[in-house]
């Protein structure tokens, strides 16, 4: 990836957008693997100013807390990138939503992804049953 004249890593402030990509030092990350199906926008009320967002983009509001790491995977023709991202703790963001039924597994994504993406659905979680209440 280097020799296309783009960072491998990009480790800093993120700023989750309501499609639920980040903003990381101007630059747009899709988390690679997933697919956010649309649920509609949710407010979140707990905190001040009110966040009105999808339910994946909440989610990952509430878990990042502002730093992340995204391990670069792939460039799209919009200068937007593909990436696997994790948290300070290095929880794997897409795992995160796939387990908490807010995103589904690309046939492309890790395996992981794929067997999170059956538990999710046989509990009934998010986008399979909204039985979810957590973040």
């Known amino acids: 990836m280097a020799e296309l004249g783009w960072a491998k890593e990009l480790h800093s402030y993120a700023i989750v957008q309501g499609d639920a990509s980040l903003l990381i030092r101007n630059t747009q990350v899709h988390l690679y693997g997933i697919h956010i199906p649309d649920t509609g926008n949710s407010c979140r009320t707990s905190?001040?100013?009110?966040?009105?967002?999808?339910?994946?983009?909440?989610?990952?509001?509430?878990?990042?807390?502002?730093?992340v790491r995204?391990?670069?995977?792939e460039h799209y023709s919009d200068g937007s990138v593909g990436g696997q991202c994790f948290t300070h703790d290095d929880e794997d963001l897409g795992a995160y939503l796939i387990e908490r039924g807010w995103a589904l597994a690309l046939p492309e994504a890790p395996?992981?992804?794929?067997?999170?993406?059956?538990?999710?659905?046989?509990?009934?979680?998010?986008?399979?049953g909204f039985t979810s209440g957590g973040y």
Not at 70 to 73: F, G, N, R
């Open 111 to 128: 395996f992981e992804y794929q067997a999170a993406e059956r538990i999710a659905r046989h509990n009934n979680k998010g986008v399979w």
């Open 70 to 73: 995204c391990e670069l995977i």
């Open 47 to 67: 905190i001040r100013p009110i966040k009105c967002m999808s339910r994946a983009a909440l989610a990952l509001d509430f878990k990042i807390q502002g730093f």
